[in-house]
């Protein structure tokens, strides 16, 4: 039953992103570029989305998972150097491509060779990633 | 164009219906970054299958609707160069944060999360940053 919800699950997450218009890198690198000519579909999508997860999250505190024994832990609240290297990274190439990892997947097979470039050098950078992180993280113990 | 908010709208609720679900059914964070690097760098070999389906959805899916509406825009810059260097990063860096629009964004920010806010402020910033460097200085996109 886990793996048919996680298939449903995928299915609307990538249905969303399509309606939402945020497997267009147009409107991705639109809501980016507040120098040019700004698009603010990406806030209303964010708002949109946010909505229903914060109910869900408020049904965490009175109720149990369907199919699991309990509900993820809270992470470590503590803002590490990572999360920012990481998030600035991230967020640089996210401005390049106007593609994120969900979007990527989602227009995979309407994205032409382009997005299949772009899947295959993020599957890459995903697989150099630790490497990555272990020398960050030799980098920050030696100074 | 002036309806696009409407489509972002209700595109953005039905994927927080489905970060709902994943959360209320399976006690899991739909992020996509976290699910997909979980499949590539074998960290998350335990649950491949529940990983696996997630992908398969999300890729096939969305093929199929976009078929039955007669196509749909990607607008995906030709420039092989950039889509490389930007898939780099996103790759690095979405794992490095442990996170992404998704997970951070959608996830992150539903439950107040300080990491998520911070993560989406600095990926947003950089983003912001990288469309008017690579955009309006260098017109490479």
Request: with cysteine; net charge positive.
């Given at each position: 039953?886990?793996?048919?919800?996680?298939?449903?699950?995928?299915?609307?997450?990538?249905?969303?992103l399509?309606?939402?218009?945020?497997?267009?890198?147009?409107?991705?690198?639109?809501?980016?570029?507040?120098?040019?000519?700004?698009?603010?579909?990406l806030?209303?999508?964010?708002?949109?989305?946010i909505?229903?997860m914060?109910?869900?999250?408020?049904l965490?505190?009175?109720?149990?998972?369907?199919?699991?024994?309990?509900?993820?832990?809270?992470?470590?609240?503590?803002?590490?150097?990572?999360?920012?290297?990481g998030?600035?990274?991230?967020?640089?190439?996210?401005?390049?491509?106007?593609l994120c990892?969900?979007?990527?997947?989602?227009?995979?097979?309407y994205?032409?060779?382009g997005?299949?470039?772009?899947?295959?050098?993020?599957?890459?950078?995903?697989?150099?990633?630790p490497?990555?992180?272990?020398?960050?993280d030799?980098?920050?113990?030696?100074s | 164009?002036h309806?696009?908010?409407?489509y972002?709208?209700?595109?953005?609720?039905?994927?927080?219906?489905?970060?709902?679900?994943?959360?209320?059914?399976?006690?899991?964070?739909?992020?996509?970054?976290?699910?997909?690097?979980?499949?590539?760098?074998g960290?998350?070999?335990?649950?491949?299958?529940?990983?696996?389906a997630m992908?398969a959805?999300?890729f096939i899916?969305?093929?199929?609707?976009?078929?039955?509406m007669?196509?749909?825009?990607?607008?995906?810059?030709?420039?092989?160069a950039?889509?490389?260097a930007?898939?780099?990063?996103?790759?690095?860096?979405t794992?490095?944060?442990?996170g992404?629009?998704?997970?951070?964004?959608v996830c992150?920010?539903?439950?107040?999360?300080?990491?998520?806010?911070?993560?989406?402020?600095?990926?947003?910033?950089?983003?912001?940053l990288?469309?008017?460097?690579?955009?309006?200085?260098l017109?490479?996109?």
């Amino acid at each position: 039953m886990r793996v048919l919800v996680s298939f449903i699950v995928g299915a609307t997450f990538g249905v969303g992103l399509l309606i939402s218009g945020m497997t267009n890198t147009n409107k991705v690198q639109g809501w980016l570029d507040i120098f040019g000519a700004w698009d603010p579909t990406l806030a209303f999508v964010m708002g949109g989305a946010i909505v229903p997860m914060a109910i869900a999250w408020q049904l965490t505190k009175t109720r149990k998972p369907v199919f699991a024994d309990s509900f993820p832990a809270a992470p470590d609240p503590r803002i590490g150097r990572n999360l920012v290297i990481g998030s600035t990274l991230f967020g640089a190439g996210w401005g390049l491509a106007g593609l994120c990892p969900g979007p990527a997947v989602a227009s995979l097979s309407y994205g032409g060779i382009g997005g299949l470039t772009f899947i295959v050098a993020m599957l890459l950078g995903m697989l150099i990633a630790p490497r990555v992180r272990t020398r960050l993280d030799q980098m920050a113990t030696a100074s | 164009m002036h309806i696009d908010w409407i489509y972002g709208l209700i595109g953005g609720a039905i994927i927080g219906i489905a970060g709902a679900i994943f959360l209320l059914f399976n006690a899991r964070i739909m992020g996509a970054s976290g699910i997909i690097g979980g499949l590539v760098d074998g960290s998350g070999k335990s649950d491949w299958q529940e990983r696996a389906a997630m992908v398969a959805g999300l890729f096939i899916v969305p093929g199929i609707v976009a078929l039955l509406m007669g196509g749909a825009q990607t607008n995906v810059t030709g420039n092989l160069a950039v889509l490389v260097a930007a898939g780099l990063l996103v790759g690095v860096g979405t794992r490095l944060a442990n996170g992404c629009t998704s997970g951070h964004g959608v996830c992150g920010i539903s439950r107040l999360s300080l990491r998520g806010i911070v993560a989406t402020g600095f990926y947003i910033g950089a983003g912001g940053l990288s469309v008017v460097i690579f955009k309006h200085v260098l017109g490479v996109i």
